[in-house]
């Protein structure tokens, strides 16, 4: 039994920054991750894109269930501990590339063949599991592991969720960082989390006002501290 569950959606920037400190966390705790699946775009199947989102979300929504769908071939192929490795190398070539002029670097080519092949090459795997795209009956699995996660969170929530010592222990949506801890520091942030979360009456801790990812995806380079936005409903929405 894994100590950890991580459910992530590969197109997320937090999601992406807490996994790479609880990667962190777990090298030094010595935890075993278990990489399981939350699709933004299912998420938000009942939200109307144009009213409520930037012009750009929804394609990197869609992009992201279509890379999920790989990550789910991938974990029938390979294995769960192959999901990890998968996210690990689509997060690089999604959120740590320098940005480009009109959006992030993959934003137009994330979830396609010529974005996905060349990640599954180098991890040595078929670039036939990119047929995974397209298929969309994977989409059941998907939701469940999603429907999964709100089960233990409610659904007012984004990407990341985790829970602690699964199937009983406790989970949470986040925490959302805008930077990474130092590996020094990074354990003793693991642990205030775990002690505000174990708390009975805790219910939530929030401010809408973050700093830009500290990603090249974002303009932010390593060592860099990113300008204060307002990502209101966690995602810059234009409204509720």
């Given at each position: 039994?894994?100590?950890?569950?991580?459910?992530?959606?590969?197109?997320?920037?937090?999601?992406?920054?807490?996994?790479?400190?609880?990667?962190?966390?777990?090298?030094?705790?010595?935890?075993?991750?278990?990489?399981?699946?939350?699709?933004?775009?299912?998420?938000?199947?009942?939200?109307?894109?144009?009213?409520?989102?930037?012009?750009?979300?929804?394609?990197?929504?869609?992009?992201?269930?279509?890379?999920?769908?790989?990550?789910?071939?991938?974990?029938?192929?390979?294995?769960?501990?192959?999901?990890?490795?998968?996210?690990?190398?689509?997060?690089?070539?999604?959120?740590?590339?320098?940005?480009?002029?009109?959006?992030?670097?993959?934003?137009?080519r994330r979830g396609t063949t010529a974005f996905v092949v060349p990640v599954l090459?180098?991890?040595?795997?078929?670039?036939?599991?990119?047929?995974?795209?397209?298929?969309?009956?994977?989409?059941?699995?998907?939701?469940?592991?999603?429907?999964?996660?709100?089960?233990?969170?409610?659904?007012?929530?984004?990407?990341?969720?985790?829970?602690?010592?699964?199937?009983?222990?406790?989970?949470?949506?986040?925490?959302?960082?805008?930077?990474?801890?130092?590996?020094?520091?990074?354990?003793?942030?693991?642990?205030?989390?775990?002690?505000?979360?174990?708390?009975?009456?805790?219910?939530?801790?929030?401010?809408?006002?973050?700093?830009?990812?500290?990603?090249?995806?974002?303009?932010?380079?390593?060592?860099?501290?990113?300008?204060?936005?307002?990502?209101?409903?966690?995602?810059?929405?234009?409204?509720?």
């Open positions: 039994m894994a100590d950890l569950r991580f459910w992530f959606d590969p197109v997320c920037p937090f999601a992406w920054l807490t996994s790479r400190w609880v990667e962190e966390v777990a090298r030094q705790r010595e935890y075993e991750v278990e990489w399981r699946f939350i699709s933004l775009r299912l998420l938000n199947a009942h939200v109307d894109y144009d009213a409520h989102f930037p012009p750009e979300y929804e394609a990197g929504h869609t992009a992201g269930l279509r890379l999920l769908r790989v990550a789910a071939r991938v974990r029938d192929d390979h294995g769960d501990a192959a999901v990890g490795r998968l996210y690990t190398a689509l997060g690089h070539g999604i959120h740590d590339a320098a940005p480009v002029e009109g959006g992030t670097p993959g934003h137009d090459t180098e991890l040595g795997w078929d670039a036939a599991l990119a047929d995974a795209l397209e298929d969309t009956s994977l989409d059941e699995g998907i939701q469940a592991e999603t429907d999964e996660a709100l089960a233990l969170t409610g659904k007012d929530v984004g990407t990341p969720i985790l829970q602690f010592r699964p199937p009983e222990g406790l989970a949470f949506f986040g925490p959302v960082i805008s930077r990474l801890p130092d590996p020094e520091d990074a354990v003793a942030l693991w642990d205030h989390v775990i002690a505000l979360a174990s708390f009975g009456g805790f219910t939530e801790l929030k401010r809408s006002l973050r700093e830009r990812p500290q990603l090249r995806s974002f303009g932010v380079e390593p060592g860099e501290v990113g300008t204060t936005e307002d990502w209101h409903g966690g995602s810059r929405r234009q409204k509720r």
